[in-house]
């Protein structure tokens, strides 16, 4: 009954989350859009995942659970392993949502240097269509994973259309601004080529500069208060893992009390946190942002 009690809060705790935040599941029954899903796949493909997004959530779920069946033996509490649970069953989508960011910014970090390559292959009389060729191959290395399918794309599609590819799988406002110009640059064509890559080169370098600022400004508070959501529930299971009175308390109709209302009292204090630390995020003007929220 403790265990069957201990995974109802967890669920509870899911579903509550999910609520406040908007992003709780829908039960009626109806066909997904199959645009969802592969915005879904488009983000585990920009994280470097190699999952179905079934698999990704099969696996976050399979972690979770095996948390909260380890965290049970350790402390013969079944009721302290579920926040524990719940947060490891989190960790994969946290972890690749952060590597997908570092990823992204890494892409947008490199377009300065890019577009320096870009311009001197102009210059070296190559057309826009040969430079981006060769940015896939000796480009900074973020731009060259970014563009590793580009020059099989532009024979068979065409450079316009392999740039949108492009485009939309980093779902990225930056480069979409890069993309677009390119785009514009190499329907011109001549001499206005290398003035577009020159004023491009000095917007870039500006914007990214301001980004970087922001990113850095709120870091350490960030780490700070995530560490504060953590410990308690750290200190909780190495009280609870040797027997004696804490852990009988914990086995205790009050210790599921005190856990719910931990539990409820973490889940509105990280909500409150991503709430001041949320910065708005960048519109996609010239592409759709869905992959992106995603």
């Known amino acids: 009954m403790s265990l069957v009690a201990a995974l109802c809060i967890g669920v509870f705790c899911a579903l509550a989350v999910g609520f406040l935040t908007g992003s ?25 995942v190699a999952l179905s997004p079934v698999q990704f959530l099969a696996g976050s779920a399979l972690a979770g659970l095996g948390t909260l069946a380890l965290v049970t033996l350790v402390t013969g509490a079944p009721l302290v392993g579920v926040v524990p649970g719940i947060a490891v069953a989190a960790l994969p989508r946290a972890y690749f949502a952060r590597r997908r960011e570092t990823r992204l910014r ?4 490199a377009w300065p240097d890019g577009l320096r390559d870009l311009l001197a292959s102009v210059t070296a009389g ?57 785009v514009l640059a190499h329907e011109r064509g001549g001499r206005i080529v290398r003035e577009v890559l020159e004023d491009l080169v000095v917007a870039t370098t500006k914007d990214l500069k301001v980004l ?25 299971v190495a009280l609870s893992a040797r027997p004696g009175a804490f852990r009988d308390f914990y086995r205790s109709t009050g210790g599921f009390l005190v856990i719910v209302a931990g ?9 409150w946190i991503r709430a001041l630390a949320r910065r708005q995020a960048e519109l996609r003007v010239f592409g759709s942002s869905a992959a992106g929220t995603t």
């Open 106 to 109: 890494e892409v947008q970090a």
């Open 126 to 182: 190559r057309s826009l269509t040969h430079a981006l060729t060769a940015l896939a191959s000796s480009g900074p290395e973020p731009l060259r994973d970014a563009f590793a399918r580009f020059p099989v794309l532009a024979r068979m599609l065409g450079t316009v259309a392999a740039l949108e590819i492009v485009k939309e799988e980093l779902s990225d406002p930056t480069t979409d601004r890069v993309i677009e110009v390119l």
């Open 24 to 48: 709780a599941p829908r039960f009626e029954r109806r066909r997904r859009p199959r645009a969802e899903v592969g915005d879904r796949q488009l983000w585990l493909h920009q994280a470097g």
């Open 212 to 236: 970087e600022e922001i990113e850095t400004e709120g870091l350490e508070m960030r780490i700070n208060a995530r560490a504060v959501l953590v410990m308690p529930w750290f200190v909780l």
């Open 263 to 271: 539990a409820v009292l973490s889940a509105v204090g990280s909500l």
